[in-house]
């Protein structure tokens, strides 16, 4: 078996961790610091950590890796490689290097599409009709380096973040489990990336989440379901924050109006946008619960015929 060292922090990773446990001799886990969470800001353990600790493997959470200093207990666990998996820190050359064979990453878009911190969200706002997981050999740069193997999935059209997330999890675990043995090995050779088709998919912040009505249906869709779970996608209404859940683009004949507005839609309602509507489903208005959307207007009937997106 192969001594790995397994660097990740959140859900996306365990599936990894743990196709490592059930294969190979994981000699120690390193994750991000515990942090707060929840109203009372309790520190909260990593899911990685809460998996490694199950398993009894060592972990080490570091603040950073930037020092040779904060690498040494990575050098006393004297691993064969490293696996990466949404670790949340840069490495930089003292630890790329530590291991004979190199680190490995498992990133969750088909490279070089999609390099940076939230490909999943970035391939749904971008309509993208397929992507993937990739294994690759990391360097210096952001998710630049060779790579070995890719396992590419279709999007389908009701695809929210949270769903392409787990997918791809799992294909990242499952394509690891096939081509590890042989990397380490040297049977497997990665292909440098082509950098003039590369994208770049930058950290998603709450302000992304904010729905533009001036934009297309398609677009706004796309944009609710890749801000599914965080951020969440909202727009304001009477000056309150709500949250759009769920939707669907409006088909048929749709009236002519400002985009934002409000109109009814079947049982429900429908907001207007550049060019058609977009069929609210399930809201939640702030300080409230989420609630389908024909619910909500029973509760608010002057929301019919209103003016969304205006602070």
Known sequence: MVKV???GTPEFAVPVLQTLIE??????VVTQPDR??????????SPVKVTAEAAHIPVYQPKSLRSEEAAQPLRDWQPDIIVVAAFGQILRPHVLNLPP?????????????WRGAAPIQHALLAGDAETGVCLMQMDVGLDTGPVYACLPTPISPTETAASLHDHLSTL????LAVHLDNIVAGKLSATPQDNEKSTYAPMISKEDGRLNWQQTSAELD????????WPGAFTTWQG??????AARVAGGRLPTGQPGTVIAYEEGAAVLTADGALVLEEVQLAGKRATAVA???RGYATFIGSLLGQS
């Not at 990242?172 to 394509?175: E, I, K, M, T, V």
Request: positive net charge.
């Open 172 to 175: 990242g675990a499952n394509l």
């Open 101 to 113: 064979h190199g680190c490995l990453n498992i990133h969750a878009s088909l490279l070089p599409r």
């Open 240 to 245: 309150e924050m709500l949250k759009i859940l």
């Open 36 to 45: 707060p969470a929840g109203r009372g800001k309790q520190l909260r353990p």
């Open 222 to 229: 796309r944009r609710v379901r890749a801000m599914t779970p």
């Open 295 to 297: 619910d909500f207007l």
């Open 5 to 7: 060292v397994f660097m």
């Open 23 to 28: 294969t190979q001799t994981v000699v120690g």
